[in-house]
């Protein structure tokens, strides 16, 4: 149980002895000199139940956590330092003799804190404090990109994930119903899947895989059989496990004459609910993007990036890693929106931004976007001297499109895309089109005449606009601004981790990257208020050299 108390100061020989120790000042003690403790045990009464033992504090435990993050440690390491640091105990308010806590009161409290409904509220209360200490202008500038993130998992190919599916089926069973499996389970399986499946040797031959990977299917078709059968312990067949072994033989197997065969590559599901990369993690996903292949998550991450402020992180937003950054761009607006942080300029790239984010941000939060769309890929841009969208002239009013030859369209249709975008499509009159002089510009096809897709009027403008602009030199420079999230990301993996899980599952990663964001944002506070500011891109000797060649 918890009883809410009072944050205690800093003991008197815990104060004086910190600062004998560091005359000049540490990271920690800064911040608690500085910025006080953003969170208190009030903000934590509804994760804790009404009768127990009394409880650490939770405030404690919070800084704790987020100490632990900002250097990068383990549990046991970060137990260690609470007993041994001297800054720690000072931002902890702690005595100097305080024995600390155990390793493991940090994995309990983590998951008190997984039934969090928004864990951005916590972020949410340190952004506020430096608001009120005119650190962070609330509507100001802000920029935005993602990184992959790989789950804390081995990478198995076909043939061992199958095998390891089964295996970790049968050990949950055998955990939940022991007596049960064994009067049950084939004497074969225990030789099969006693062991873990990289300390296996597969069949070397392609044929000999096959016949394995067939037995493999049939042993897991029987067991999915079995735990659905009526005698079967209740509560069999919802075990994780079992439903991660379901999901994968229904994508890596098929049933043709009564037999259970291994699907070829070619004939795998693409996409869908049946991907599984793990047993032990099934929520992670394969993706790929520029060449990298993972299998994993993805962590979108929004900045500050004002002049003169410290560049603070705003957002965080954890997907698994086949789903695309296009969506997240509404969401990424929306909850900026809702937590009272939406940027009057907002710097993303042409994986989240499309028309109808520019038009939603500017109508429904003031925001404005900036950044490249995707580009045009279609037939008559990619044709040398064919006419493009742009060569026809819209009267929205009128519902027409005007052709280059000065002939206008004879319907007009709004509709939707299968994803539910809307268009528009217009076509001009058959007999018109087939007696055009210039029709090879216009129209491939020798018999259908032309027709039109477009957005509405607010996105197909936003749509040539944003087009427009990336070929100005001066909105390029504008754009450069961006950049600056890169050197985020950088910081994020190399000294906080954040490319690699720490646990598993999406709602565990999702709680890892909002202590990231508040471990980074605490360290560059310190930084910030240690007066150490942001410095440009270093440019070496001989660059700037040769940058001095340039203007003469």
Known sequence: MLRPTAIPEVPADT??????????????????????????DQDFVHFYPQRGQPAAAPWRLMLISVMQYAENLTDRQAADAVRGHLAWKYALSLALDDPGLDASVLCEFRTRLLAAPEPLDWLDRL????????????HGKQRTDSTHVLAAIRVMNRLELVTECLRAALNALAAFAPDWLREVADPEWYDRYGHRMENYRFPKSDQGKQVYADQGGKDGQTLLALVT????????QHLAEVLTLERCWQRQFIELDGAVRFRLRSELVKKGAMHVESPYDPEARYS?????????????????CDDGLPHLITQVATTTAEVHDAPLGQHIQTDLFRRDLQPTEHWVDAGYNAAELIVRAKEQHGTEIIGPVRPNTSQAHRTIGAFTLRDFQIHWSRRKAICPQGEESERWQATKRKSGQPIIITTFSAKTCLQCPVRGQCVKSEKRPKSLTFQP??????????????????AQRRYQRRAGIEGTLSQGVRAFGLRNCRYRGLQKARLQHVFTALAINVVRLCTWLDGDRPKGTRVSRFSTGQLEFRRC
């Open 15 to 40: 104060a004086r002895i910190a600062r004998a120790a560091f005359p000049k000042g540490a990271p920690f003690i800064r911040l608690r000199d500085e910025l006080g403790v953003f969170l208190t």
């Open 288 to 304: 790929t993007k520029r060449g990298r292949e993972w299998s994993g998550y993805k962590v979108h991450v929004s900045e500050t």
């Open 127 to 138: 952004l506020s404090l430096c608001v009120d200490r005119g650190l962070l202008q609330r």
């Open 229 to 236: 059968h009526d005698d079967a312990p209740q509560g069999s």
């Open 457 to 474: 009027q607010a996105q197909q403008e936003a749509l040539h606009a944003a087009r427009d602009a990336m070929v100005d030199l001066e």
